[in-house]
């Protein structure tokens, strides 16, 4: 039993190092902000929406945020209900503050700053809060409703049960693997 949990806990640890990537981690530095129109030309995603939840992503002792948006105008690159933007804690890795339940305008490129590609937001970026985006509206216009339905959550909970999944299958081949060593070591003695 002792060579079992000990093969266990290596399997385990093991499994660790390519679930958990490293990481570099960037300073921020912004130049001057991009007029309206400059900002809307150099984003690849303009969108309002409102923030319904926020998760801290783990990498390996850096966590940048995954921030959920109920989307509910577009203006440029999305045509979604609701959409991810990855950023960073706010503490001089650029990212954005942002509030559950606060709506905002957002400006979002497809970057790799956060060690993976995804649309991210910063700091040095026009996204605010909709309160302080009456310029933008007015040079943004109307825009229009997002008309492809999307359920992030759904998605995120059929990876858990697919990573349960295969989990429960390694911990079931281990111990059939063990139960099979005990009752053949049983058959020689």
């Known amino acids: ?6 093969f266990l806990i290596a399997v385990i640890v093991g499994l660790q190092f390519f679930i958990v990537p490293s990481t570099s981690v960037q300073a921020c530095s912004c130049v ?6 400059d900002e809307v030309n150099r ?8 923030v319904y939840q926020i998760k801290d992503i783990n990498r390996g002792g850096y966590s940048p945020k995954s921030v959920n948006f109920n989307v509910t105008k577009t203006y440029k690159g999305i045509d979604q209900t609701q959409v991810n933007i990855t950023t960073g804690q706010g503490e001089g890795d650029c990212g954005f503050k942002f509030r559950v ?10 970057s790799n700053m956060y060690d993976e590609e995804a649309l991210i937001t910063i700091i040095c970026d026009r996204t605010t809060g909709i309160a302080n985006a009456k310029q933008d509206l007015a040079v943004l216009g109307e825009g229009s409703e997002p008309s ?4 992030l959550q759904k998605n995120e909970n059929l990876n858990y049960i697919v990573i349960g999944f295969i989990v429960f299958i390694l911990l079931f081949l281990l111990v059939m693997i063990f139960l099979r060593k005990n009752i053949h070591k049983k058959r020689k003695d």
């Open 1 to 6: 039993m002792r060579n079992f949990s000990l």
């Open 32 to 37: 001057e902000p991009f007029s309206i129109e």
């Open 43 to 50: 984003s690849d995603v303009v969108f309002i929406g409102q």
């Open 101 to 110: 339940g606060a709506e905002y305008l957002v400006y979002a490129n497809y």
């Open 148 to 151: 492809e339905k999307v359920d």
